[in-house]
């Protein structure tokens, strides 16, 4: 009895294992069926199209709504700006970058606060006009004397510059030549030529410097910070920078000349500044 029992059990399993190993096959012979009539609808049923489908993966079509060539030759209008870089006597230096878009030029001019210039039938040091006149008066004061005319302003003390300065990654700077400074506030090593410079390092280098090298440093930092990588943060960084200075620069402003200054960032053919040289035009 037990004989049978046993038989019948191994029968059982055997016939199980048979019906399983038939269904599982038929299984894997409709899956591979079903696989390749989908990969042939995916052809049109013509195998020729296969050539036409793998090349069209390694040169996929570019869409050219999301292709963008930007050129400065679509840039027109004016920007002139004035940054006053303030000190304990008054004003440190000045700086006023003047971009004309419709002539492709920027150029970048610096005066000491320390200068005498004429202004009101006088001859009166920077400071001293800015202290009487404030910014109006540094406005008609560089008019007079310079030909320059300036509209919105950036007034920053040494913190505020340093702080300015510390937004960026770094600057390629061309040291014109070899510095060696040294003093109680702070040394300065630096060998001439093209060079990576901290925001730290180009700060004393600035302060250090006298207007024509000066320029030069700031031209230098404007071509640093006018590129693409920045750009993608631009409202980041403007909101910074309304926080570390005084100005009239406004938030519609800087909706309004964001996709200008991208423009410019991203064209192959962007014109760079320069420094401003005597009898040229503002």
């Given at each position: 009895?037990?004989?049978?029992?046993?038989?019948?059990?191994?029968?059982?399993k055997?016939?199980?294992?048979?019906?399983?190993?038939?269904?599982?096959?038929?299984?894997?012979?409709?899956?591979?069926?079903?696989?390749?009539?989908?990969?042939?609808?995916?052809?049109?049923?013509?195998?020729?199209?296969?050539?036409?489908?793998?090349s069209?993966?390694?040169?996929?079509?570019?869409?050219?709504?999301?292709?963008?060539?930007?050129?400065?030759?679509?840039?027109?209008?004016?920007?002139?700006?004035?940054?006053?870089?303030?000190?304990?006597?008054?004003?440190?230096?000045?700086?006023?970058?003047?971009?004309?878009?419709?002539?492709?030029?920027?150029?970048?001019?610096?005066?000491?606060?320390?200068?005498?210039?004429?202004?009101?039938?006088?001859?009166?040091?920077?400071?001293?006009?800015?202290?009487?006149?404030?910014?109006?008066?540094?406005?008609?004061?560089?008019?007079?004397?310079?030909?320059?005319?300036?509209?919105?302003?950036?007034?920053?003390?040494h913190d505020?510059?340093?702080?300015?300065?510390?937004?960026?990654?770094g600057?390629?700077?061309?040291?014109?030549?070899?510095?060696n400074?040294?003093?109680?506030?702070?040394?300065?090593?630096?060998?001439?030529?093209?060079?990576?410079?901290?925001?730290?390092?180009t700060?004393?280098?600035?302060?250090?410097?006298?207007?024509?090298?000066?320029?030069?440093?700031?031209?230098?930092?404007?071509?640093?910070?006018?590129?693409?990588?920045?750009?993608?943060?631009?409202?980041?960084?403007?909101?910074?920078?309304?926080?570390?200075?005084?100005?009239?620069i406004?938030?519609?402003?800087?909706?309004?000349?964001?996709?200008?200054?991208?423009?410019?960032?991203?064209?192959?053919?962007?014109f760079?500044?320069?420094?401003?040289?005597?009898?040229?035009?503002?």
């Open positions: 009895m037990k004989n049978k029992e046993l038989f019948s059990e191994n029968k059982i055997k016939s199980t294992i048979k019906y399983f190993i038939i269904s599982f096959s038929v299984f894997i012979v409709i899956l591979a069926v079903s696989s390749v009539v989908l990969f042939m609808h995916s052809l049109d049923y013509d195998i020729s199209n296969l050539v036409d489908s793998s069209t993966t390694t040169t996929a079509p570019v869409d050219e709504n999301l292709s963008n060539v930007y050129s400065v030759n679509d840039l027109k209008g004016k920007s002139d700006l004035l940054f006053i870089i303030e000190n304990i006597d008054g004003i440190d230096f000045i700086c006023a970058v003047s971009t004309d878009f419709d002539n492709k030029s920027m150029r970048v001019m610096c005066v000491d606060g320390s200068e005498n210039l004429s202004y009101e039938d006088k001859t009166l040091k920077f400071s001293s006009i800015y202290s009487e006149d404030d910014v109006p008066g540094v406005k008609k004061a560089l008019v007079d004397n310079y030909g320059i005319e300036t509209g919105k302003y950036i007034i920053l003390d505020g510059l340093k702080d300015l300065l510390s937004l960026f990654d600057f390629s700077v061309n040291v014109i030549e070899n510095v400074y040294k003093s109680h506030d702070f040394n300065l090593t630096l060998s001439s030529g093209v060079q990576e410079l901290s925001p730290d390092m700060y004393k280098y600035l302060q250090i410097s006298e207007n024509k090298i000066r320029e030069s440093i700031i031209c230098d930092i404007i071509k640093s910070v006018l590129v693409a990588d920045y750009v993608e943060e631009s409202e980041k960084l403007f909101t910074s920078f309304v926080n570390l200075c005084e100005t009239d406004s938030v519609i402003d800087y909706s309004e000349t964001v996709d200008r200054l991208s423009a410019y960032c991203y064209a192959d053919d962007k760079y500044p320069e420094i401003y040289k005597k009898g040229d035009k503002s």
